[in-house]
């Protein structure tokens, strides 16, 4: 019902076709406020309605002329609840949207290469470091005034959104933005007080050279993971990950904190997760659980000073109840 436009700006989205169920989509439009990042995402979006005439102050355009500016493919008109009802039974599966022979397209989609072999992130990540503060992205060369910041940390790009950087800003934490293919040694020359593991998409076990970026920071600086950043931290310790099912999608997924013992409702996007039995003899321990089927949803490192998530705690639109995580960690950065 909302969120449409975080996600269609949501790199972790990269490569997917995204069905939707609510019935009507785009009935507040498209506004100039809500970008996860500057460029479309999904490969495709199906809904069974798109709402041709928004009512919201803040619209400045439909979710239609979004679609055509930036060239995305979209279906409606079809029992998207049926889709999703397939989906859930057979997993995950390889789609493709088109107007020509359906039997040429089957075999175009049956030949090509699949999601599973790409390596989205270093499509998605930045060309080059930007930094973000209270005004927002800017360049480097403006960016030096440390005086109104509690910390500074750094990002590793792997698909961020700008919902993360947002949240560090009102905590009074500028970033220092950095693509997927930074060195550890590049990292560490920013001299930031910790580092941040963004989401993204794909397969994690395919991101070699992140891990030895992170294996090389380990003990360095604390390290926040969120998402594919779980995932990331969990193979630079030596543990694995496995394709789930049907992935973890949507705003109403209930995670336990084993520290606390609280239960949040998570925002969460991923196909993968973090193999538990991979972590035994590890410097990880398994923090939090997944409620509906017990999977990882957070690890930690005491030795090393690293944690992470698989959800998203910026949540963008919501629900908020797992911001705190972003508090624990700009407090980590202060106890150095």
């Known amino acids: 019902m909302t969120g449409y436009q975080e996600i269609l700006t949501d790199p972790s989205y990269a490569g997917q076709i995204v069905l939707l169920t609510y019935p009507l989509i785009g009935n ?23 709402c041709e005439v928004p009512s919201n102050w803040r619209a400045t355009k439909s979710l239609d002329q979004l679609m ?19 989906i859930r039974s057979a997993g995950v599966t390889m789609g493709i949207i088109t107007t020509g022979d359906p039997e040429e397209a089957l075999h175009k989609l049956q030949t090509s290469q699949r999601y599973d072999d790409t390596d989205f992130v270093y499509s998605v990540t930045t060309r080059a470091p930007y930094g ?47 693509p997927a293919t930074v060195t550890a040694e590049e990292v560490l020359a920013w001299n930031p007080d910790g580092v941040l593991l963004s989401p993204g998409p794909g397969d994690p076990a395919r991101l070699g050279k992140v891990v030895e970026t992170v294996q090389g920071l380990l003990g360095q600086k604390p390290i926040f993971g969120i998402c594919l950043g779980n995932q990331i931290l969990c193979h630079a310790m030596g543990g694995h990950t496995y394709k789930l099912k049907f992935g973890h999608r949507g705003s109403n997924h209930p995670v336990k904190d084993l520290l606390d013992g609280t239960v949040t409702i998570t925002s969460q996007n991923h196909g993968y997760a973090v193999d538990p039995d991979s972590l035994s ?7 939090q659980l997944n409620l509906n089927d017990g999977t990882v949803e957070g690890i930690r490192s005491q030795k090393y000073r690293a944690s992470s998530i698989q959800y998203h705690p910026e949540a963008a639109p919501g629900p908020w109840d797992s911001r705190k995580y972003f508090v624990q960690f700009v407090e980590q950065l202060g106890a150095q």
């Open 28 to 50: 507040y439009g498209i506004n100039d406020d809500d970008f996860e990042s500057e460029r479309i995402r999904p490969t495709g979006l199906i809904v069974r309605e798109a």
């Open 132 to 178: 973000w503060g209270h005004q927002g992205k800017e360049n480097l060369s403006s960016f030096e005034d440390t005086g109104k910041y509690k910390h500074q940390i750094a990002v590793i790009d792997c698909g961020l959104k700008y919902s993360i950087l947002k949240r560090f800003a009102a905590l009074g934490v500028r970033s220092i933005v950095l």
């Open 68 to 86: 055509k500016e930036r060239n995305l493919v979209g279906l409606q008109g079809i029992d998207t609840r049926a889709l999703a009802k397939a």
């Open 281 to 287: 003899g590890s410097e990880l321990e398994i923090t």
